[in-house]
């Protein structure tokens, strides 16, 4: 079930060519090639719609866009790229003359053969980004600007995949999908989340139901936000995956809380190969998570930080900069992560006075991690979880749950009353809400 790195590199150049954004077909596009893939339940939120302290934007669409020089021949061609057109640009068709233009091009003098990525969604505008050096090359006294785009009220759409668990607190997982072509920031984390819903939907038993948000960036999860404040309220742990396929080792970034039981997950399964940051309200949408109102238990996955490599918001965040063995070493890092939140529970050692015979129940010699059994028997008092005991023990959390899991089925752990608040035997809630 799990789908190697090539697999989940393959899911990345496919999406790479849709010319995504925070509204459009684009973005439709792309959920619907999730929806191929895992069941995927799709919002659509109009046009002018207040959602907290925000309003849905006009829906944008492009068919065409170019810089043509007066005899007709193309030198900025949104066909070429998805980021050669500033995004949310107004339609626009008429000579410009070049120092008009000029203020309405980007280009990164430092790095003079990347095109950057830029976007006007709330500020009324046109606009054209290219290579600087081909930028230097603009030597005609006027251009032919032409921008065949809609403003116009349509919906901003997001999509969500529940995976129901035995109780109705929730995990969250969410990843920003509303860049156009850009690999690392963040199809890479679409694909990893994808993978990581079909394997936890593929796993016999699940302590908590799962939520998967694939929304616009910043106006997406504030749609989301204001239309599920119960769901909201049920999360217990969540993190925000972005930029997971470049070579740099995972990063997580603590959420607003900084103590929550996700800040300590994440800072065990990294240990000492990954880097812990303090949250901060930039970023991605921990920060609407991590508001103040709603203050959720979220924290960041990446591997580079945005901001921090050389590629990031340009044309060299492509998919040859995204690497196989990456996306599959962050859906591992998940994974553990998913391991702790399942099975981080508190036990009861139900023959606590004196240490308990192993052998006449059959686990002094099966092959169990003795050391684990005995640390697991005798720190389950109620109150210290198996995260605990691995800790204090050295052995790691796997060894410490199946220790757990041996000892449950021989019948000297109980869980403690403690880990089953919030257990509900109501159904788990449908994506629909
Ligand atoms: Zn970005």
Not at 64 to 92: E, K
Not at 375 to 391: C, F, K, M, T
Request: proline content about 8%.
């Amino acid at each position: 079930m799990t789908p190697t790195g090539a697999e989940l590199h393959s899911h990345v150049a496919e999406l790479y060519p849709l010319c995504r954004s925070i509204t459009g077909e684009g973005l439709r596009a792309t959920l619907r090639n999730i929806a191929g893939r895992i069941p995927l339940h799709l919002s659509e939120v109009p046009t002018g719609r207040r959602v907290l302290d925000w309003e849905v934007p006009p829906e944008w669409n492009v068919r065409t866009a170019f810089v043509a020089t007066p005899d007709g021949r193309r030198v900025i061609d949104f066909a070429d790229h998805n980021l050669h057109l500033v995004q949310y640009s107004m339609p626009v068709d008429r000579i410009v003359p070049r120092a008009e233009l000029e203020a309405h091009l980007h280009s990164l003098p430092d790095q003079p053969t990347l095109i950057p990525y830029r976007t006007s969604y709330y500020t009324p505008s046109w606009g054209f980004c290219l290579a600087h050096r081909n930028r230097m090359a603009l030597k005609e006294d006027a251009y032919h600007v032409r921008i065949d785009s809609t403003l116009a009220p349509g919906s901003l759409t997001y999509g969500e995949c529940v995976v129901p668990g035995e109780s109705v607190q929730e995990v969250l997982f969410s990843a920003h999908c509303c860049h156009p072509s850009l690999a690392n920031d963040n199809l890479a984390a679409i694909a990893v989340a994808v993978a990581l819903a079909q394997q936890l939907a593929a796993r016999p038993r699940r302590r908590f139901t799962y939520r998967f948000l694939f929304a616009p960036g910043t106006i997406g999860a504030i749609c989301w936000l204001a239309a599920n404040r119960a769901a909201a309220a049920r999360i217990r742990h969540g993190l925000v995956l972005t930029c997971l396929g470049d070579p740099a080792p995972p990063t997580y970034k603590k959420s607003r809380r900084g103590t929550a039981p996700i800040d300590r997950y994440a800072a065990h399964v990294l240990g000492g190969g990954g880097r812990i940051r303090e949250f901060s309200p930039t970023g991605y949408d921990e920060r609407q998570f991590g508001s103040p109102g709603f203050d959720l238990p979220v924290g960041c996955l990446m591997r580079s930080p945005g901001g921090t490599f050389a590629e990031y918001h340009t044309s060299a965040d492509n998919p040859d900069f995204v690497r196989p063995e990456a996306l599959a070493d962050s859906l591992g890092v998940l994974t553990d992560i998913v391991d702790l939140i399942e099975h981080d529970e508190h036990w009861r050692n139900t023959a606590p006075y004196g240490e308990p015979q192993l052998g006449r129940r059959g686990l002094y010699d099966s092959g169990q991690d003795r050391m684990a059994l005995l640390w697991v028997l005798n720190l389950a008092d109620g109150r210290h979880s198996l995260l605990d005991i691995a800790e204090r023990s050295g052995r790691t959390f796997a060894a410490v749950a199946a220790a757990a899991a041996a000892l449950a089925e021989a019948g000297l752990l109980v869980r403690a009353s403690a880990s089953d608040e919030g257990r509900s035997p109501s159904p788990p809630p449908s994506p629909a809400e």
